[in-house]
């Protein structure tokens, strides 16, 4: 099992920019699915963002041009740069690792956007 722990949520207004990070407890050399996930109020979990090992990436057509997934050369980290956020962005924003046949996803960290 790896455990995931995600940071950089907050307020801010909209416009506005947050860089969410999420770091694993270990390295992954394997095959891997990193990813964000969001899950506001009263509505579903849906997928925001994920990066593969081999480099594929892929967006929720809501968050295209505006969200940008990237991953940290150590193989334990995945970044997610929000701008121009929206109120409809405000959620919880969860971090999930796919690897070794295991999917391990972090406790979330708040994203409000709101004047």
């Known amino acids: 099992q790896v455990q995931v722990v995600e940071s950089g949520g907050g307020l801010v207004q909209p416009g506005g920019s947050l860089r969410l990070s999420c770091a694993a407890s270990?390295?992954?050399?394997?095959?891997?699915?990193m990813g964000w996930y969001r899950q506001a109020l009263g509505k579903q979990r849906e997928l925001v963002a994920t990066?593969?090992?081999?480099?594929?990436?892929n967006y929720a057509d809501s968050v295209k041009g505006r969200f940008t997934i990237s991953s940290g050369s150590g193989k334990n980290t995945v970044y997610l740069q929000m701008n121009s956020l929206k109120p409809e962005d405000t959620a919880v924003y969860y971090c999930?690792?796919?690897?070794?046949?295991?999917?391990?996803w972090g406790e979330g960290t708040q994203v409000t956007v709101s004047s």
């Open positions: 999930v690792i796919v690897a070794g046949g295991t999917t391990n």
């Open positions: 270990r390295s992954i050399f394997s095959m891997y699915v």
């Open positions: 990066i593969t090992s081999g480099g594929r990436i």
